[in-house]
C-alpha cells in the first residue's frame, strides 16, 4: 500500500531503520557498508534473461547479504499480471497500469523449507529482479527477530522493503518502484506504468539518505545512480536526516 510521503512518515522511516540496525541479526563476517550497484563490481556473470541467469543473480544477492549459508530454494512461478498487461494492449486500450506491491513470495515449511518464487515477468526487468530479491531474502532475515517493531509487525512489508535498504540494496528498490513506458505499433500507441515494492519512490530516496549518512557513505554515489526525482528528493534529505542524527546523539 502507498502511503503519501509526509514529515511524520519521513520520522517513521529514521525511526524504523534505527530499529532494523538494533535487532537485525549480526553478520557471520562483517564488513564496512557500501551501496549496492549494477556493475561489474557486484554482478559480474553475463545475463541472458532465463532462469538459470537468475540463480546466478539470486546467488550474489545471498552473497552480499551475508546469507550464502542460508537454505532456501528458488523457484520461477507464472506471471498472470503480464498476461492481463498484453490482453489490455490487444483490445486497443491506451493506458495500462499493474499492482503495486512485491513481484516475488516468501514462504517457509517444515515440509518444502524455504522457497523464494518470482515473476516470470522479472526476467526481462534484471534491476527489478534484484530488487524483488532483495526483499524477498529479508523476509527470511526478519523471520530471526523477536523484538516487536514500534508499528507492529503489521508493517512487515514497508519494513521488509526498508530491511533491504538497511542491506544496501536501496538503489535497486528506488529505481524499481516507479517505472513508465511508452509503446506505438503500427496502429496502436499508448502509454503504461508499474509500481513495485511497499515504499513508495519518495519514501526510498529519503531512506537512502538514512543510509548514507548513518554509514557515512558518499552520498554523489548514490546521487548519480537513481532517477531524477527520487535525487531530487535524496539530497535533500541528506541535511534533514543530519540535523536528526544530531538530535538524536546518532542513536
Not at 517444515?110 to 523464494?116: A, F, L, R, S
Not at 513508495?200 to 552520498?219: G, H, P, Q, Y
Amino acid at each position: 500500500m502507498q502511503t503519501e510521503f509526509t514529515e511524520e512518515r519521513a520520522l517513521w522511516l529514521y525511526q524504523h531503520y534505527l530499529w532494523l540496525e538494533k535487532n537485525l541479526p549480526p553478520k557471520i563476517e562483517p564488513e564496512p557498508a557500501r551501496i549496492v550497484l549494477a556493475t561489474k563490481d557486484f554482478f559480474p556473470d553475463t545475463y541472458a534473461n532465463d532462469h538459470a541467469s537468475a540463480e546466478c543473480v539470486f546467488q550474489r544477492v545471498r552473497d552480499l547479504m551475508g546469507l550464502s549459508n542460508w537454505v532456501c530454494r528458488l523457484e520461477c512461478g507464472d506471471d498472470e499480471g503480464r498476461a492481463m498487461q498484453s490482453d489490455l494492449r490487444a483490445s486497443g486500450m491506451l493506458g495500462q497500469t499493474s499492482q503495486s506491491g512485491a513481484a516475488g513470495l516468501f514462504s517457509a515449511s517444515q515440509e518444502d523449507g524455504v522457497v523464494i518464487t518470482y515473476s516470470s515477468s522479472l526476467l526481462q526487468n534484471p534491476v527489478g529482479l534484484v530488487a524483488t530479491f532483495a526483499h524477498e531474502l529479508c523476509h527470511y532475515l526478519l523471520t530471526t527477530v523477536e523484538t516487536e517493531p514500534p508499528a507492529t509487525w503489521e508493517a512487515l512489508e514497508p519494513l521488509t522493503d526498508l530491511c533491504a535498504i538497511t542491506e544496501g540494496f536501496g538503489v535497486f528498490l528506488c529505481n524499481a518502484a516507479f517505472q513508465f513506458t511508452q509503446w506505438t505499433s503500427y496502429d496502436q500507441q499508448g502509454w503504461s506504468w508499474q509500481r513495485s515494492g511497499y515504499l513508495s519512490e519518495e519514501e526510498i530516496a529519503f531512506a537512502l539518505a538514512v543510509f548514507c549518512v548513518r554509514n557515512k557513505l558518499d552520498a554523489s554515489i548514490i546521487a548519480k545512480s537513481i532517477k531524477p526525482n527520487a535525487n531530487e528528493i535524496f539530497c535533500d534529505a541528506l541535511g534533514y536526516v543530519e540535523a536528526l542524527e544530531e538530535n538524536e546523539g546518532g542513536k
